[in-house]
């Protein structure tokens, strides 16, 4: 338990950065959040870099902190002005969901586990046409494509996430990690889509970005546990 007292204080951290910048988003403090925001992650990516070494690496470590740092990519590029950057983070966001699937698969899913395909493509199916149309009516329908492979990919993740439960690899502290952290990404990127391409909404801004980060404290602190 001592090899992780100060990457807990480093995950504990970026809690603090992650509060300042949903507190940046609420009152729309635009430089408040462009510190606040990648501090987040840096955090983060210090905390499960440092187990990663202590550890010695190990399959979920080195994919989860892969994925941090394409996370971290994303955010920048998500944060800079004008819509020329948005792929480039939809690209980084891929990369980092891959990356979460990679580290939550070391075999093919268990059978037991093929039923949580079943809500999860019932809430693409209800969020992902809209958003698709959205993109289009908006101007952008070279975004459509990008978006369903994300949209696959997240729900791969998500997926992945709650098969911990049937996999023997993972202990009882890090499922409910797991699932939590994915099913909070899973979220935080419907609310984004459906904000960027359907609705616009203050409330929904601030929604996506406290579940985002929510959903990497989780899984950063899968590493963590992990490790023990």
């Known amino acids: 338990m001592a090899l992780l007292v100060f990457p807990l204080s480093l995950f504990a951290l970026g809690l603090v950065f992650a ?4 507190v940046a988003v609420a009152i729309e403090h635009k430089t408040l959040e462009y510190v606040a925001k990648p501090a987040t992650l840096l955090a983060f990516i210090a905390g499960a870099g440092l187990v990663a070494m202590a550890t010695g690496g190990g399959r979920l470590a080195s994919w989860f902190l892969l994925a941090l740092i394409f996370s971290l990519l994303g955010d920048v590029f998500l944060m800079l002005p004008g819509d020329r950057w948005f792929p480039l983070g939809l690209g980084a966001f891929l990369l980092a969901q891959i990356c979460y699937v990679v580290g939550l698969t070391p075999t093919l899913p268990p ?23 959205g993109a289009s009516e908006g101007g952008a329908p070279e975004l459509r494509i ?29 499922r409910p990690l797991a699932s939590m952290g994915t099913t909070l ?29 929510l959903a990497q404290l989780a899984l950063a602190l899968a590493v963590g546990i992990h490790a023990l």
């Open 19 to 22: 509060i300042v910048d949903w």
């Open 111 to 133: 059978a037991a586990s093929l039923w949580v395909i079943v809500p999860i493509v019932a809430l693409d199916l209800l969020v992902l046409p809209r958003v698709i149309r």
């Open 146 to 174: 990008p978006i369903v492979v994300y949209g696959l990919a997240l729900s791969l993740t998500v997926f992945s996430g709650w098969a911990t439960w049937y996999r023997p690899g993972f202990s009882p502290d890090v």
């Open 185 to 213: 990404f899973f979220s935080s990127d419907l609310m984004l889509a459906w904000d960027r391409f359907v609705h616009r909404s203050k409330v929904l801004r601030l929604a996506v970005i406290v579940t985002y980060h």
